[in-house]
């Protein structure tokens, strides 16, 4: 099966007629859009076409009227429809449905649904029913999650990973129908109820052939065959009640989880606004650098008039100094004069003076102090010009550098972007943290507990049963024997059956356990070869599948890892990558593979490596992205693969979304 068209008309978002047309070749179909711009719808309107009903994440029939286009139905206009052109054994294919009703309910439009098949132009299925068995010879329903799947609907087979989750039976079923094995399930319980119908028709044959003896075997054989009925039912019913519990059992572990990781957020949430509050305290320094270089920018405006005044500064301090330091010599020798006049005496060798060398000294005194008189306006030196000068040296030495403001500009947008960017985490952070009831965790802890006590007992009660039923079985085989040697040809001949029956059922058993197991051994070599493309540990070797199609990781030195001891969210990913296209590998069915924004949580090396390993999957893989989940440098990763473009695009509530084809490479539509 490969599709080359889809025709939308008024579903979801998809206001009219749109149509998307996939090139013939073998490659990769990319669909661009963002969040609720219609990429789920499409791959919704795909099932809805193929089998009339379309499921929620949570496994919820989506109602009709939740699938009708919002101006269709303002418009009044209550009819939708989607049609499927493909190729399928050779043949061109077109299959249609719609739905109309005069009345917006969900009755009205199950009521009103219609849809046909046509082959190479003649109808081959005109009613639900007859579409319903094409369709599911071609692709059955409970195969199709392995071919059309999404991003977080990978969670449900990531918990294949988790011996615990209440999902694993119900993939475990969906994994082995794809595989045939309930085909041959249902062979065994044909011939156990051919064997039940040969035992009672052998209890009513002793019974009427008459004889005592006849009489008490037959109503004991008959009365073994009930208990052995009863038993079963009874195991039966004990293992429903023990599967309910489990399931009421993981899904509140589930919750556990959910509420554990919660409190991981809240632990996150006061490391995000310390982050958050230390880049603020680094913005605020970084405006206080600006402010101070604001503040001294008129220093570098001034510097050049500094050095004028610095230079003038200086020669009036030399100039004041020398005057002082003149007058600093006068007063010494004006002192050394007044000793040697009130001593009458040399004031260098200490002899008695003449009166005409006193004398000479008395008016040398005199001309000392008019030069002493002539300095005294500046008696002190002054400080005055030697500080100015020194603080317009030091502003001089502070200049602003034109660079230091490009370097704080990018640290103030960086430090804006860093704290923009842990704000949006944190709102997605606080959105978790909403309604959270801290009672719970213990009210779920208690309510497991008590659950896991019930399963033990109903375990040890099945446990108790299922002994009794091997002992009846044994009563069985002894009674059988005895009437095998009964002389009667015909109870011989059911007895003969019987046992034949048996060996058969016995067989055939034997058989769904060897070809599961080879099966497995399939899916399990296909997972590890496609697992070793997409990983990115390399001590990761292989995968291993237990019985129950449980998934681990093995190391290379054969270490098996369940979940807890690797858990990352891009792991367990590329782990259910690889299952699914093991899976789709093995069941033997053409069918185009689509995923709908399938790198959500890989991270670049492990995006890189599946985008590498797509085009292997099918030979029609369509993928639904983001532009964050896939960029225009990732289409390298591709290498040439891509055969088609689509983006969608929203245009408001009136319009809806439109397809548009933004690439189309190789291949005839």
Same mark, same amino acid.
């Given at each position: 099966?490969?599709?080359?068209?889809?025709?939308?008309?008024?579903?979801?978002?998809?206001?009219?007629?749109?149509?998307?047309?996939?090139?013939?070749?073998?490659?990769?179909?990319?669909?661009?859009?963002?969040?609720?711009?219609?990429?789920?719808?499409?791959?919704?309107?795909?099932?809805?076409?193929?089998?009339?009903?379309?499921?929620?994440?949570?496994?919820?029939?989506?109602?009709?009227?939740?699938?009708?286009?919002?101006?269709?139905?303002?418009?009044?206009?209550?009819?939708?429809?989607?049609?499927?052109?493909?190729?399928?054994?050779?043949?061109?294919?077109?299959?249609?449905?719609?739905?109309?009703?005069?009345?917006?309910?969900?009755?009205?439009?199950?009521?009103?649904?219609?849809?046909?098949?046509?082959?190479?132009?003649?109808?081959?299925?005109?009613?639900?029913?007859?579409?319903?068995?094409?369709?599911?010879?071609?692709?059955?329903?409970?195969?199709?999650?392995?071919?059309?799947?999404?991003?977080?609907?990978?969670?449900?087979?990531?918990?294949?990973?988790?011996?615990?989750?209440?999902?694993?039976?119900?993939?475990?079923?969906?994994?082995?129908?794809?595989?045939?094995?309930?085909?041959?399930?249902?062979?065994?319980?044909?011939?156990?109820?051919?064997?039940?119908?040969?035992?009672?028709?052998?209890?009513?044959?002793?019974?009427?052939?008459?004889?005592?003896?006849?009489?008490?075997?037959?109503?004991?054989?008959?009365?073994?065959?009930?208990?052995?009925?009863?038993?079963?039912?009874?195991?039966?019913?004990?293992?429903?009640?023990?599967?309910?519990?489990?399931?009421?059992?993981?899904?509140?572990?589930?919750?556990?989880?959910?509420?554990?990781?919660?409190?991981?957020?809240?632990?996150?949430?006061?490391?995000?606004?310390?982050?958050?509050?230390?880049?603020?305290?680094?913005?605020?320094?970084?405006?206080?650098?600006?402010?101070?270089?604001?503040?001294?920018?008129?220093?570098?405006?001034?510097?050049?008039?500094?050095?004028?005044?610095?230079?003038?500064?200086?020669? !009036?301090?030399?100039?004041?100094?020398? *005057?002082? /330091? @003149?007058?600093? =010599?006068?007063?010494? #020798? %004006?002192?050394?004069?007044? +000793?040697?006049?009130?001593?009458?005496?040399?004031?260098?060798?200490?002899?008695?003076?003449?009166?005409?060398?006193?004398?000479?000294?008395?008016?040398?005194?005199?001309?000392?102090?008019?030069?002493?008189?002539?300095?005294?306006?500046?008696?002190?030196?002054?400080?005055?010009?030697?500080?100015?000068?020194?603080?317009?040296? !030091?502003?001089?030495?502070?200049?602003? *550098?034109? /660079? @230091?403001?490009? =370097?704080?500009?990018? #640290? %103030?947008?960086?430090?804006? +972007?860093?704290?923009?960017?842990?704000?949006?985490?944190?709102?997605?952070?606080?959105?978790?943290?909403?309604?959270?009831?801290?009672?719970?965790?213990?009210?779920?802890?208690?309510?497991?507990?008590?659950?896991?006590?019930?399963?033990?007992?109903?375990?040890?009660?099945?446990?108790?049963?299922?002994?009794?039923?091997?002992?009846?079985?044994?009563?069985?085989?002894?009674?059988?024997?005895?009437?095998?040697?009964?002389?009667?040809?015909?109870?011989?001949?059911?007895?003969?059956?019987?046992?034949?029956?048996?060996?058969?059922?016995?067989?055939?058993?034997?058989?769904?356990?060897?070809?599961?197991?080879?099966?497995?051994?399939?899916?399990?070599?296909?997972?590890?070869?496609?697992?070793?493309?997409?990983?990115?540990?390399?001590?990761?070797?292989?995968?291993?599948?237990?019985?129950?199609?449980?998934?681990?990781?093995?190391?290379?030195?054969?270490?098996?890892?369940?979940?807890?001891?690797?858990?990352?969210?891009?792991?367990?990913?590329?782990?259910?990558?690889?299952?699914?296209?093991?899976?789709?590998?093995?069941?033997?069915?053409?069918?185009?593979?689509?995923?709908?924004?399938?790198?959500?949580?890989?991270?670049?090396?492990?995006?890189?490596?599946?985008?590498?390993?797509?085009?292997?999957?099918?030979?029609?893989?369509?993928?639904?992205?983001?532009?964050?989940?896939?960029?225009?440098?990732?289409?390298?990763?591709?290498?040439?693969?891509?055969?088609?473009?689509?983006?969608?695009?929203?245009?408001?509530?009136?319009?809806?979304?439109?397809?548009?084809?933004?690439?189309?490479?190789?291949?005839?539509?």
């Amino acid at each position: 099966m490969k599709i080359t068209k889809i025709k939308l008309q008024n579903f979801g978002p998809f206001y009219d007629v749109h149509e998307i047309i996939f090139p013939s070749g073998s490659g990769v179909n990319i669909i661009h859009g963002n969040t609720g711009q219609g990429k789920t719808s499409i791959q919704r309107a795909i099932l809805w076409c193929l089998y009339g009903k379309v499921l929620d994440r949570n496994g919820k029939e989506i109602p009709p009227t939740s699938l009708l286009n919002r101006s269709a139905f303002r418009d009044g206009n209550f009819a939708f429809a989607v049609s499927i052109s493909f190729g399928h054994e050779g043949k061109n294919c077109v299959l249609t449905r719609k739905t109309a009703a005069l009345v917006h309910q969900d009755r009205r439009y199950l009521h009103g649904m219609k849809s046909s098949l046509v082959e190479n132009g003649d109808p081959v299925a005109t009613t639900l029913s007859e579409t319903r068995l094409k369709i599911e010879r071609i692709l059955p329903f409970n195969v199709s999650r392995f071919f059309f799947f999404d991003g977080e609907m990978l969670v449900k087979y990531e918990e294949l990973l988790d011996q615990d989750s209440r999902s694993m039976r119900i993939l475990r079923d969906s994994i082995e129908h794809i595989l045939g094995i309930p085909y041959l399930r249902t062979a065994r319980d044909d011939l156990y109820e051919v064997e039940r119908k040969l035992e009672k028709e052998l209890a009513r044959l002793l019974r009427r052939i008459g004889g005592k003896d006849y009489d008490e075997l037959a109503e004991l054989y008959q009365y073994c065959c009930e208990e052995i009925e009863r038993k079963k039912d009874l195991i039966k019913k004990l293992q429903g009640q023990i599967d309910s519990l489990e399931e009421e059992i993981a899904t509140k572990k589930r919750r556990l989880t959910e509420i554990r990781s919660v409190q991981e957020d809240a632990i996150r949430r006061r490391e995000i606004d310390s982050q958050i509050e230390m880049l603020e305290t680094r913005g605020e320094s970084e405006k206080i650098r600006l402010k101070n270089l604001n503040s001294g920018l008129y220093k570098t405006i001034l510097s050049s008039t500094a050095k004028s005044i610095i230079d003038q500064l200086k020669l !009036k301090h030399e100039k004041v100094m020398g *005057k002082y /330091n @003149e007058k600093q =010599q006068l007063l010494g #020798k %004006l002192k050394s004069l007044k +000793h040697a006049i009130d001593a009458a005496r040399c004031r260098f060798c200490g002899s008695i003076l003449n009166p005409t060398k006193l004398k000479e000294f008395e008016n040398e005194y005199k001309e000392t102090e008019v030069k002493i008189e002539s300095l005294t306006e500046i008696p002190e030196p002054n400080l005055v010009y030697e500080t100015s000068a020194r603080y317009l040296e !030091k502003m001089r030495s502070q200049l602003v *550098k034109s /660079n @230091e403001y490009g =370097q704080i500009d990018e #640290k %103030l947008a960086e430090i804006a +972007h860093k704290i923009a960017s842990q704000k949006a985490i944190l709102k997605q952070v606080e959105q978790k943290l909403i309604d959270v009831d801290e009672e719970e965790p213990f009210r779920l802890e208690t309510r497991i507990r008590d659950e896991k006590e019930e399963v033990g007992r109903l375990k040890g009660e099945k446990s108790s049963v299922e002994d009794q039923l091997g002992e009846d079985f044994q009563t069985q085989s002894e009674l059988n024997q005895k009437l095998a040697r009964i002389n009667r040809e015909e109870i011989n001949t059911l007895g003969e059956m019987i046992d034949y029956t048996k060996r058969i059922s016995d067989v055939f058993e034997e058989s769904i356990a060897v070809y599961r197991n080879k099966r497995r051994k399939e899916v399990e070599s296909k997972a590890t070869e496609i697992f070793r493309e997409i990983r990115s540990k390399e001590d990761f070797s292989r995968l291993d599948i237990n019985e129950n199609f449980g998934l681990s990781i093995v190391t290379k030195s054969g270490t098996l890892l369940n979940r807890a001891e690797w858990r990352s969210a891009g792991e367990e990913q590329i782990v259910a990558l690889a299952l699914i296209g093991a899976l789709n590998k093995c069941a033997k069915i053409e069918a185009p593979v689509f995923m709908d924004t399938p790198f959500a949580r890989l991270d670049i090396a492990h995006g890189q490596r599946v985008l590498t390993y797509l085009p292997k999957m099918s030979d029609q893989v369509v993928v639904f992205v983001t532009d964050r989940e896939f960029r225009k440098e990732d289409e390298v990763y591709l290498e040439g693969k891509i055969i088609s473009d689509y983006s969608l695009e929203y245009r408001g509530e009136d319009e809806g979304s439109y397809i548009i084809m933004t690439s189309h490479i190789g291949g005839s539509a």
